[in-house]
Protein backbone atom coordinates (compact mmCIF):
# COMPACT_ATOMS: atom_id res chain seq x y z
CA UNK A 1 0.00 0.00 0.00
CA UNK A 2 2.89 2.49 0.90
CA UNK A 3 4.74 1.91 -2.82
CA UNK A 4 1.20 2.44 -4.39
CA UNK A 5 0.91 5.95 -2.21
CA UNK A 6 4.31 6.44 -3.20
CA UNK A 7 3.87 6.26 -6.99
CA UNK A 8 0.26 8.31 -6.89
CA UNK A 9 2.53 11.03 -4.76
CA UNK A 10 5.36 10.71 -7.35
CA UNK A 11 2.34 11.42 -10.02
CA UNK A 12 1.03 14.09 -8.79
CA UNK A 13 4.30 15.93 -8.10
CA UNK A 14 5.45 15.58 -11.61
CA UNK A 15 1.71 16.70 -13.38
CA UNK A 16 1.68 19.92 -10.96
CA UNK A 17 5.34 20.90 -11.64
CA UNK A 18 4.28 19.74 -15.33
CA UNK A 19 1.40 22.11 -15.14
CA UNK A 20 2.94 24.86 -13.50
CA UNK A 21 5.48 24.69 -16.86
CA UNK A 22 2.67 24.76 -19.26
CA UNK A 23 1.21 27.92 -17.51
CA UNK A 24 3.99 29.79 -17.70
CA UNK A 25 5.32 28.20 -21.40
CA UNK A 26 4.17 24.98 -23.57
CA UNK A 27 5.42 21.63 -22.15
CA UNK A 28 6.40 19.91 -25.06
CA UNK A 29 6.99 16.68 -23.41
CA UNK A 30 4.33 14.27 -22.06
CA UNK A 31 1.90 16.74 -22.05
CA UNK A 32 -1.29 14.81 -22.42
CA UNK A 33 -0.19 12.55 -19.89
CA UNK A 34 1.22 14.70 -16.85
CA UNK A 35 -1.49 18.40 -17.97
CA UNK A 36 -4.02 16.36 -17.18
CA UNK A 37 -4.94 17.81 -14.33
CA UNK A 38 -4.34 21.27 -15.81
CA UNK A 39 -5.91 21.26 -19.09
CA UNK A 40 -9.27 18.89 -18.37
CA UNK A 41 -10.13 19.89 -14.31
CA UNK A 42 -8.90 22.97 -13.77
CA UNK A 43 -10.33 24.93 -16.30
CA UNK A 44 -13.81 23.15 -15.37
CA UNK A 45 -13.47 24.33 -11.53
CA UNK A 46 -14.88 27.68 -11.54
CA UNK A 47 -13.75 29.21 -8.56
CA UNK A 48 -10.06 28.37 -9.70
CA UNK A 49 -10.29 30.67 -12.67
CA UNK A 50 -7.34 32.78 -12.68
CA UNK A 51 -5.55 31.28 -10.42
CA UNK A 52 -4.20 27.76 -12.45
CA UNK A 53 -0.68 28.41 -11.69
CA UNK A 54 -1.39 28.30 -8.18
CA UNK A 55 -3.77 25.43 -8.02
CA UNK A 56 -0.79 23.49 -10.02
CA UNK A 57 1.52 24.38 -7.73
CA UNK A 58 -0.62 22.94 -5.06
CA UNK A 59 -1.13 19.59 -6.50
CA UNK A 60 2.75 19.26 -6.42
CA UNK A 61 3.00 19.86 -2.82
CA UNK A 62 0.53 18.17 -2.36
CA UNK A 63 2.22 15.06 -4.40
CA UNK A 64 5.35 15.70 -2.39
CA UNK A 65 3.51 15.50 1.16
CA UNK A 66 1.60 12.23 -0.40
CA UNK A 67 5.56 11.19 -0.95
CA UNK A 68 7.12 11.88 2.27
CA UNK A 69 3.91 10.76 4.32
CA UNK A 70 4.12 7.17 2.51
CA UNK A 71 8.20 7.45 3.53
CA UNK A 72 7.83 7.96 6.84
CA UNK A 73 5.55 4.96 7.34
CA UNK A 74 8.38 2.47 7.21
CA UNK A 75 7.63 0.04 9.49
Known amino acids: M ?4 QMAGLFLLAAG ?4 IDRLAVQPFFGI ?7 QLIPRVGFLT ?4 YA ?3 IAV ?6 VAAE ?3 P
Open 2 to 5: RNAI
Open 17 to 20: VSGT
Open 33 to 39: ILNVFNR
Open 50 to 53: GYEL
Open 56 to 58: NLI
Open 62 to 67: LGGVMV
Open 72 to 74: RTR
